[in-house]
């Protein structure tokens, strides 16, 4: 298992470098460029645009443009200036990263709490009234994009009178330092990004289990353990729920890109200091080196993602070994 593990961390470093490419060259077929607002400004001078072109490097041919970027990266670990802020692209991850975490996990955590005990109920009791009322709400869920469910949200909060609609502080609170009420004041506005980040991921992860479960139900090793007299909960719990679980990990794998490019336009309607608004906003200001560092951010947090989710299953599962 470490030699494999081992393999699979050193064949990052050369995705990566192909990541890298396939990401600038995406960049840079976007059409128009960061200069082309300097361009259309009447009081700029084509001297003065010249001049900040320059500047910026966007004078120099394109591969040269990557090649003292990746320089930057592996040399000095700098991935570049955000053109739009003024600032360092990894200053300006950083920000928001934490932010970003912290709602990924709680609403990670909120999201399987609760769908993995619906899947299983809808799976036991797929014919009654309860579970055909959760199938349609799992189906409407997938169904609702999350900012129309975001806008429907504050809505319904502004119109019963509250004011915890947007961000997750009051304007009293974001720059207070740490208290008890701040605390208070963040669980009063966190529900709404849980509710909205989090909707989705529960309906999906709700009919996954239910199917996985109503797979392993037919299974013969599941006949054969109620053949043998055992308590329906060591049937359930031990026999059923345990192997039909192993498809959810893979699952769990893939959402840790989440992490950046979820439900952007959500976070956008709610103000959340995410990055997935950092991204938009990147790829409309054509700010590149933040755009591409965001993008291969990503792709590293799939690749370790499913490396987490290949160690996990073979951990969970003894069927499956790597060799």
């Known amino acids: 298992m470490l030699t494999y593990a081992l393999r699979r961390l ?3 470093l050369p995705t990566m ?11 840079q077929l976007q059409p128009g460029s960061f200069i082309d607002q300097y361009l259309e400004d009447p009081r700029m001078s084509r001297e003065t645009v010249a001049r900040i072109t320059e500047q910026l490097g966007l004078n120099q041919p394109a591969w040269m443009q990557y090649l003292r970027w990746i320089e930057g990266i592996f040399l000095r670990g700098d991935f570049g200036f955000s053109f739009t802020n003024s600032r360092p692209v990894t200053s300006m991850i950083w920000d928001s990263l934490g932010w970003t975490v912290f709602l990924a996990v709680i609403t990670m955590l909120v999201s399987w709490l609760v769908a993995i005990p619906l899947g299983v109920y809808t799976a036991l009791n797929r014919y009654g009234w309860p579970a055909t009322i959760m199938n349609f709400i799992g189906y409407f869920s997938l169904a609702t994009p999350d900012y129309l469910v975001a806008m429907l949200l504050s809505a ?3 119109k019963l009178g509250w004011t915890n609609v947007n961000g997750l502080f009051s304007p009293q609170f974001i720059d207070a330092p740490w208290s008890g009420p701040k605390v208070l004041d963040l669980l009063n506005h966190l529900w709404i990004p849980v509710i909205v980040l989090g909707l989705e ?9 239910r199917a996985s479960m109503l797979d392993v139900m037919n299974q013969d090793f599941v006949r054969t353990a109620r053949s043998k007299g055992l308590a329906s909960k060591v049937v359930l719990w031990r026999h059923t729920f345990r192997n039909a679980v192993n498809p959810l990990i893979s699952i ?9 490019n979820a439900s952007i336009i959500g976070s956008i309607v709610l103000n959340l200091p995410t990055i997935g608004p950092l991204l938009y906003s990147s790829l409309i200001n054509k700010d590149q080196y933040l755009a591409m560092t965001l993008l291969m951010l990503s792709a ?21 070994r790597f060799e």
């Open 201 to 209: 991921g529960v309906a999906s992860i709700m009919r996954q289990m």
């Open 10 to 12: 050193l064949g990052i």
């Open 17 to 27: 470098l192909v990541i890298s490419a396939v990401c600038f060259l995406v960049i």
């Open 156 to 158: 319904l909060v502004l």
């Open 300 to 320: 590293l947090l799939l690749l370790i993602g499913n490396l987490l989710a290949d160690l996990a299953l073979a951990w969970a599962d003894p069927r499956v």
């Open 252 to 260: 769990a794998g893939l959402s840790l890109p989440n992490l950046i």
